[in-house]
């Protein structure tokens, strides 16, 4: 089972030529990290697609940076049971 941690959010910059990213500090310190090939520390992030594509379109003004985290079935039922 998965879940979907809000880390930040994504809007056009006021001048409209790029992609601002506003990342949450301390969800960013408290997200899931992962060691590359490289050796390098890594915390993997998404956003959708088709939420960025209407960004870029101005059909949106803003949209979510998450992490998608594996839970374990246990974890899973403590968190539906508290929300």
């Not at 809007?11 to 990213?21: D, I, P």
């Amino acid at each position: 089972m998965n879940r979907a941690d809000l880390i930040g959010y994504v809007r056009k910059s006021a001048t409209g030529n790029a992609l601002k990213l506003n990342i949450n500090r301390g969800a960013f310190s408290r997200a899931e990290t992962y060691t590359g090939r490289d050796g390098e520390e890594y915390v993997g992030l998404i956003v959708s697609l088709d939420k960025v594509k209407m960004l870029i379109g101005d059909q949106k003004e803003v949209t979510s940076i998450c992490q998608i985290v594996d839970i374990d079935e246990d974890q899973a039922t403590i968190e539906e049971a508290t929300t």
